[in-house]
């Protein structure tokens, strides 16, 4: 068991394989016995991993239902309403996002709101006021994280399905209470108490701009939508340059970041790793990590996947940024990059 990167308070109970994925990489499989590998928060706050049994999902749209085959899922944001703790956070969160004084509290806030998912809507809505706020600001993004603009119905309750062809469904979506297979013995989880469902992916690939202002270490970290595991590996290639210091050529950087110090300083890093660098990090509060031009290795760790540039707090002259191409093995897809 480990306690996950959002404060629900909560725990991971890794499923069907031996309950040590955080510390000891122990492989994952990919729907041993034939069936698939799921990952499922409850409305209680837990994260469940491992094998379930069921073959495909139900879904209420328009008076009529669909039946989708399970394999086929990317994943499931279920829109009942929060339960009592689940209420609680999201309050809190938004009040800490809304002040938007601590960083790293500012951070894990949006974390917690952006996994318990459709509940957040409403009251995230509400929170808004029209206060001539401008960009960069992460409010703005927060809700795209929760539903993205395409995916938004005038019935905030609906649940939100995301298939592998690149659909996405709005309607009432319903499960048989599922049988997971822990340690070869099959656990019921009441599909009820789910809050969301992920399908573990052999690939999972993606494009994206990140860019030097909006997503600086300083302001906010762009979310990969992607859940990672210790046995995941990371495939990235950025192009690009960025500008630190708008016609200063001296702060002109590639992904890899400056090589030597820029113009009237004496280093070229912040914080241990090189400046315009681009940096990732698994959990919305993990250790960054140097990402660069090509990075080609297993995951440092499990959670959700997130990149930026490397900045100081001096960041408001940024330009420019990278394009970046992604590809991760034995992931969950989770959602569009935000």
């Known amino acids: 068991m480990r306690t996950i990167g ?18 000891g990489g122990t492989k994952r499989p990919h729907g041993a016995k034939g069936g698939l590998m799921v990952q499922l928060l409850t409305r209680d706050g837990k994260m469940m991993e491992g094998d379930v049994s069921a073959a495909s999902l139900d879904l209420a749209m328009d008076g009529k239902v669909r039946k989708i085959a399970l394999r086929d899922v990317l994943s499931v944001a279920l829109g009942a309403p929060a339960s009592s703790s689940e209420a609680a956070h999201i309050a809190a969160d938004i009040t800490t996002v809304s002040a938007n004084t601590d960083k790293v509290a500012r951070e894990q806030a949006v974390g917690e709101l952006t996994a318990i998912g459709l509940p957040v809507m409403t009251p995230l809505l509400d929170s808004y ?7 960069p600001n992460p409010l703005y993004r927060l809700f795209a994280r929760i539903v993205p603009g395409y995916a938004d119905d005038i019935d905030r309750t609906l649940d939100l399905v995301r298939l592998a062809d690149g659909s996405v469904l ?43 202002l909006f997503h600086c270490v300083q302001i906010e970290f762009l979310d990969s939508g992607i859940e990672v595991g210790t046995d995941s590996k990371i495939d990235e290639n950025a192009q690009g340059r960025v ?9 002109l950087s590639d992904a890899d970041g400056l090589k030597v110090p820029g113009p009237h300083y004496n280093t070229n890093l912040y914080e241990g790793l090189p400046y315009g660098a681009v940096v990732g990090r698994i959990g919305a509060t993990g250790a960054r990590f140097l990402v660069g031009q090509h990075f080609n290795k297993a995951t440092p760790g499990a959670g959700r996947l997130y990149f930026a540039v490397n900045d100081s707090p001096h960041w408001q002259n940024n330009l420019g940024s990278y394009r970046v191409k992604l590809r991760v093995t ?7 990059a935000q």
């Open 6 to 23: 959002f404060v629900l308070g909560l725990t991971m109970l890794t499923l069907g394989v031996t309950p040590t994925l955080a510390s």
């Open 129 to 135: 006021k029209d206060t001539d706020m401008h960009e």
């Open 170 to 212: 709005r309607g009432k979506a319903s499960l048989p209470d599922m049988q997971v297979e822990v340690n070869g013995t099959a656990l019921p989880v009441p599909f009820a108490s789910v809050r969301r469902l992920a399908v573990r992916r052999k690939e999972v690939t993606r494009t994206f701009t990140l860019h030097s």
């Open 243 to 251: 500008r630190l210091s708008w016609a200063t050529d001296g702060w």
């Open 330 to 336: 034995d992931a969950y897809d989770l959602g569009d």
